[in-house]
């Protein structure tokens, strides 16, 4: 994964008022300590040395894009977290916003059909869907859900 690429697309959403940060700190990986930061560059941003093929950036709290409460949103995060288990989907935990901050998952090599099921479960408006090819390139997609189909 190309980090310059990923920071300039979240750079794009924080613009928007919907941002998405590894940690905590400015940037992608702002914030991480050095052995985190490692790790997260061997896993993330080399994809195709990881055979990671698809990678799903979601959250499961505030449906609707409306701020629920604190323990509505920790029961869905729990359950996401429960099904994605259950499904076997590798994920990482990552901190969202879309308006207010949110917990959020990276799930890999998850099929683009499943995730727009966990979006539609989770009564979420958007997502990113990001195709990596075997050479590590990568093309971001954000799907929103159509308002008349809600």
């Avoid at 613009?15 to 940037?27: A, E, I, P």
């Avoid at 560059?41 to 990881?50: D, V």
């Avoid at 959250?59 to 609707?64: A, L, R, V």
């Avoid at 935990?93 to 879309?98: E, F, I």
Wanted: glycine share 10%; net charge positive.
């Amino acid at each position: 994964m190309n980090r310059r690429l990923l920071e300039e697309c979240v750079e794009t959403m924080r613009n928007d008022g919907k941002s998405l940060t590894f940690g905590g700190g400015n940037g992608i990986l702002g914030g991480m300590k050095d052995s985190r930061l490692q790790k997260a560059k061997r896993r993330f941003l080399h994809p195709a040395h990881n055979h990671i093929r698809s990678i799903c950036i979601i959250t499961s709290q505030n449906p609707f894009g409306v701020k629920a409460p604190r323990k509505e949103n920790d029961a869905l995060a729990k359950d996401l977290e429960m099904r994605l288990r259950v499904e076997k989907f590798p994920f990482y935990p990552v901190r969202g916003k879309y308006g207010s901050v949110e917990r959020s998952y990276m799930i890999f090599n998850i099929g683009l059909d499943d995730a727009k099921l966990i979006g539609h479960r989770y009564d979420q408006q958007s997502f990113i869907y990001i195709v990596v090819d075997e050479t590590g390139g990568m093309e971001f997609q954000l799907w929103w859900k159509d308002k008349e189909s809600t």
